[in-house]
C-alpha cells in the first residue's frame, strides 16, 4: 500500500494490550527480582542483575514517584515573586541533575 500524504498509515494507535501484558509478565517475575536485589545487597556485586531486577520490578509496579516540595514560604507559586520563582527553578534543575548524576551512578556500580 503506498503511502498518502497526510493520513497515518496507523490510525487507530498502538494497542494497549501490548503494555497490560508486559506488565503482568514482569509482576511475576516481582519476587525473583526482589530476591535478587537482597542477594545482590548481600555480595555487592552482578550490577547486570541488579539493572534487571530493577527494570522488572520498574515494568510491573511503574517507578517510584517522585516528590516535590512545593511548599515555599507557604506561598502559592502564583504568588511568589520573580527572585522567588528564579530560585525555585535552580532547586529544580539542580534536583534534576542529582537524579541524572544518580542514575549514572547506580548504572556504573
Given at each position: 500500500?503506498?503511502?498518502?500524504?497526510?493520513?497515518?498509515?496507523?490510525?487507530?494507535g498502538?494497542?494497549?494490550?501490548?503494555?497490560?501484558?508486559?506488565?503482568?509478565?514482569a509482576?511475576?517475575?516481582?519476587?525473583?527480582?526482589?530476591?535478587?536485589?537482597v542477594?545482590?545487597?548481600?555480595?555487592?556485586?552482578?550490577?547486570?542483575?541488579?539493572?534487571?531486577?530493577?527494570?522488572?520490578?520498574?515494568?510491573?509496579?511503574?517507578?517510584?514517584?517522585?516528590v516535590?516540595?512545593?511548599?515555599?514560604?507557604?506561598?502559592?507559586?502564583?504568588?511568589?515573586?520573580?527572585?522567588?520563582?528564579?530560585?525555585?527553578?535552580?532547586?529544580?534543575?539542580?534536583?534534576?541533575?542529582?537524579?541524572?548524576?544518580?542514575q549514572?551512578?547506580?548504572s556504573?556500580?
Open positions: 500500500m503506498p503511502f498518502v500524504k497526510g493520513q497515518s498509515g496507523n490510525p487507530g498502538r494497542r494497549k494490550k501490548h503494555i497490560t501484558d508486559l506488565s503482568r509478565e509482576r511475576k517475575y516481582a519476587s525473583l527480582a526482589l530476591s535478587t536485589l542477594e545482590i545487597t548481600r555480595k555487592g556485586q552482578e550490577r547486570n542483575r541488579l539493572t534487571a531486577a530493577s527494570t522488572l520490578l520498574d515494568r510491573g509496579y511503574g517507578k517510584a514517584v517522585a516535590l516540595d512545593l511548599m515555599m514560604m507557604n506561598k502559592k507559586l502564583n504568588e511568589l515573586s520573580a527572585d522567588e520563582l528564579a530560585a525555585f527553578e535552580a532547586r529544580l534543575v539542580s534536583a534534576a541533575a542529582d537524579d541524572v548524576e544518580a549514572g551512578e547506580l556504573l556500580h
